[in-house]
């Protein structure tokens, strides 16, 4: 085993999912940084909410790695992400074992045409031997499951490709795109592995380390986005939203793309704020959007914009932009770097006018000459 256990936290259960971009939309991993267990620095436990376990009997855990002087110390204290990593023990030696997850999203099933991106960070720890590792990609299994996992036909794997020095993480990387041979497996839940390998003499146990696990699918039919470029306005002038959207899928016409537009902040908590997309703008491309400061911020107030594109019968894609809003012309053409002040607008308004006038008044006839000599 790993070793004894002294101390352990049961943490709470938590998925994570991120919106699609690009065409490309991350898949739902359930505690894909091991960081349902709430751990104090230099502590470890046998917990690993989310995910069964594959040939090792359930030896692995979450490990918060600690400075040194802690219990448990490694990689100077510090996770790839979060403050977490797993740990796992092989199923013995030469007999890979460790994480197992059969993915429970709906979508997160094996589809013709799309490509499959899983990185993983894998880490060699300085406490226990290394053995290499194995990250893999696989279709089939009992969604959800939390025990042993035995079944799941292999797509794609990182056997042991990465040198990995110790006491550090280095990223794999695992893509697979459909095979029509693997048709028979159309529909059947994706499952995710991260195996240590237990390549050492009997005796040692070794120990595979992994954080940050990311799954994507890429759609090669889903429209590319880009929302355009970011912009520079100020209170109350309109911006014409310039999108860029291509649809790859040869069997939708363009016309069947919706679109929606979407603004944060939208003067939510914010009584200085308030961002005008009509309802008729906000399902066009090009919608024109205003955004009014209520009261002077002195400088920009950034607002993010949104643009989902949805072909039917498919998620959108997402891409964003920002406006950044100040709270006049003169301000918004000092941030550009356009703006020179001419000398006889005395009060930098970008404006001379009676303003400047009554300013020079002020000090009409005022004589700085000298009256004598003076000391250099």
Known sequence: MKKPLFFAIVGFFVAVCLSASAGAAEVTIVNPGFEDSVLGDGVYNYQHPGWGY?????????WNPGLPGTSDPGYGGNAPEGQNVG???PGGVGVPGGFAQVLTDTDATLQAGRTYTLTVEVGNTLSWPWGGYKVQLLAGGT?????????????????????????TFETSTVTYTYDPAHAGLLGEPLQIRLLSLGNVIAGDYTEADFDNVILTADDPTAPDV???DDMITWSGEPVTMDPNVVNNDSNEPQGTLTYLWTAEPKGIGDPNLDVAITD???????ASVTITKTA???????????LAVTLPGKDPVKDTM??????????????????????????????????DFALMAITWLDDYTLTGPVAK
């Open 322 to 355: 920002t406006i950044d809003v100040y709270d006049d012309a003169c301000l918004a053409a000092e941030a550009v770097g356009t703006l020179v002040i001419d000398p006889t607008d005395l009060d930098g308004n970008c404006i001379t006018n009676f303003e």
């Open 280 to 286: 008729a703008d906000q399902e066009d491309p090009n």
């Open 296 to 306: 002077p911020t002195g400088d920009a107030t950034v607002v993010t914009m949104t």
């Open 54 to 62: 594959f040939a090792n009997g359930g030896e692995q855990g979450s």
């Open 143 to 167: 969604p959800g499951d939390t025990g042993e996992i035995t079944v799941g036909t292999l797509l794609a794997e990182d056997n042991n490709l990465l040198t990995i020095a110790e006491d």
């Open 87 to 89: 740990w796992a023990n």
């Open 226 to 228: 880009y929302a355009g």
